[in-house]
């Protein structure tokens, strides 16, 4: 092995078994339900009993937040996006966002994990196809405290398998001041409430 590639397996395992930055402690680890409803209204049914017929077009649910803090943007950075607008803070002051941001996946990491919390149901989520227009539109900082707005643009129930439907939802994230920071279109496919229940 060249010493280019040495180099990086050594910087790739600190990653992965500690941050290369001084003072950073081992990030904990998330658990479910950390974040909560931030609208008025929330779905009727509960993430464990929601299928697709609970997703109507047209409505909006608020969810959040998470805050970014400096070292879990470093050591997402460090192991899976080492560039040094997001992993060096002195290269990054000197780059075109005059300080550190978070990695665009970070951020999205950070959306998933309020959408599966709260937004997709956990037993009737099937799978997702994709998404579309992924756009981060603001840079997220440091200290940023991350909220998702999800609004349900569109359920069709499937041709080809009736017992599902396909969902679309729009996704913002926003930030602390009111800035939206990414935007998506997330697709996922869900169990009809009544082809379970062997009504339809």
């Not at 009993?49 to 470093?74: C, H, K, N, Q, W």
């Not at 290269?91 to 959306?111: E, N």
């Amino acid at each position: 092995m060249n010493g280019d590639g040495e180099a990086a397996n050594a910087a790739y395992a600190r990653a992965r078994t500690g941050s290369r930055h001084p003072g950073t402690a081992p990030a904990p680890r998330g658990t479910a339900g950390t974040t909560t409803t931030l609208s008025d209204t929330d779905f009727a049914a509960s993430v464990e009993d929601r299928y697709f017929e609970d997703y109507v077009p047209g409505a909006v649910y608020v969810y959040g937040s998470i805050t970014m803090p400096r070292e879990d943007i470093l050591r997402f950075a460090d192991e899976f996006d080492p560039q040094s607008i997001h992993n060096d803070p002195q290269a990054a002051r000197q780059g075109p966002f005059s300080g550190l941001i978070a990695s665009g996946w970070h951020t999205c990491s950070v959306t998933m994990r309020m959408y599966a919390d709260h937004y997709v149901s956990k037993v009737a989520c099937l799978a997702s196809p994709g998404i579309d227009e992924l756009r981060w539109v603001q840079p997220v900082r440091p200290g940023d405290s991350l909220s998702l707005r999800a609004t349900v643009q569109d359920a069709r129930v499937s041709r080809s398998k009736p017992d599902r439907g396909l969902v679309t939802t729009g996704i913002e994230v926003i930030d602390q001041h009111g800035q939206t920071v990414l935007t998506m279109s997330a697709m996922n496919l869900f169990l009809r409430r009544q082809a379970v229940s062997g009504r339809g």
